[in-house]
């Protein structure tokens, strides 16, 4: 079972990686526009991911454009174990060990060549975001249910028109059914759509016009369904948590509990290995 992680920013992926042990259990491994952080022993019998379980994580930017580019390049050029062409190298201080592509397909500056056949085996959104209250409260966990584009199609007179409604595209996608039973189980997560947006809501308005358009909303963020986006293109199936750090509507940064919501999202992490183990053994293949 080989997993891919995608965060926003660096914060949020070493709140994954903690999950698994400290640092020096990490190893870097660069590619086209991103890093891949492979929990170090995680795909071996023993390891912090238990046996049969591979993790490599990546920030990938904030926005669904800067996800979606992330996670493709993530997902084209395959787990670290996996990918060709690299030579293991020391980072003075760091306590992890890096590794750079050197040669072939994968050399800077060029792309890969192609998608190999399940590289991965799913693929995580995961982060902080901003919940619903009451549904969602601040320290809680959300795992998605349906990850929403709620701000992508056209204002018209008449109101907010989804991309949908104009008649192309598609404005959702739907996480395995049975993943998210088991990791609503595990964690303790509320399950919800996830709204993703390219302007994080900031008044009381604009969430309660979000609410009335999708009412089993349970929290925003920026980033799910671009990544969602290159899963599906890829075949992927595709999963999204998060651990809400503040409430959706007015921006109050004094209430803001960024640090309590990192370290929600590693004790998540920490729950889910079961989970993947568990799910690539009985319905992976069904989702």
Sequence with gaps: MRVLV????PAERDAVTRAFGDGTRVTVRRVPGAELHRVRGSG??????????????LAGGAGPAAAAAATAFGLASGPASAMPGAAPGPTPGSGAAPYEPVSGPYA??????CLAPASYDLVVSAGIGGGF?????????VVASGIVAADLGAETPEGFVPVTGLGFGRDRHVPPRSL?????????????EILTV?????????AAALLAAHPRAAAEAMEGFGVAEAAD????????????????GPRDRDAWRIGDALTALTGAFGKLLPVLEGWTRHDRHHA
């Design 6 to 9: 995608v965060t926003a920013v």
């Design 44 to 57: 071996g019998p023993g390891g912090p991911g238990g046996p049969g379980v591979a993790i490599d994580v």
């Design 198 to 206: 390219s302007t994080v809501t900031g008044s009381a308005e604009r």
């Design 180 to 192: 998210v039973r088991d990791v609503t189980a595990a964690t303790g997560a509320l399950p919800g």
């Design 233 to 248: 293109r890829a075949g992927v199936p595709v999963l999204e948590l998060r651990a809400v750090s503040n409430a959706v």
């Design 133 to 141: 209250v009451p549904a969602a409260p601040v320290g809680s966990l």
């Design 108 to 113: 800077p500056g060029s792309a890969p060549h």
